[in-house]
């Protein structure tokens, strides 16, 4: 089992930027691929941006061109760096990991709030 501890969340203006942490336990951490996923009230958990071990990424198309997810094996820590943020990217926000061959994510971090305000 792998435990997450993300960081970096806070109250922004609209326009503004965050850059989120997650800090991952376990030496197997560069094999995994790594998810940052949000959930507001009254809305099912959503996917946000995933990178693999080798370092190709996937974003949602509504965080496509303001948010970028990068990892660093050496601290075994992914980030989230959002820019343009907006109110309705106000949400929990967490990391996920699991091994590259496993479907389902397999370990989550306890969630850091972002707040975008007007």
């Known amino acids: 089992q792998v435990q997450l501890v993300e960081s970096g969340g806070g109250l922004v203006q609209a326009g503004g930027s965050l850059r989120l942490s997650c800090a991952a336990s376990?030496?197997?951490?560069?094999?995994?691929?790594m998810g940052w996923f949000r959930r507001t009230p009254g809305k099912d958990r959503e996917l946000v941006a995933t990178?693999?071990?080798?370092?190709?990424?996937f974003y949602v198309d509504f965080v496509k061109g303001r948010f970028t997810i990068s990892r660093d094996n050496a601290k075994n820590t992914v980030y989230l760096q959002m820019n343009n943020l907006k109110p309705e990217d106000t949400a929990v926000y967490y990391c996920?990991?699991?091994?590259?061959?496993?479907?389902?994510?397999?370990?989550w971090g306890q969630g850091t709030q972002v707040t975008v305000s007007l």
């Open positions: 990178i693999s071990a080798d370092g190709r990424t």
């Open positions: 376990g030496r197997a951490f560069s094999s995994y691929r």
């Open positions: 996920a990991c699991r091994p590259e061959e496993v479907p389902k994510w397999a370990d």
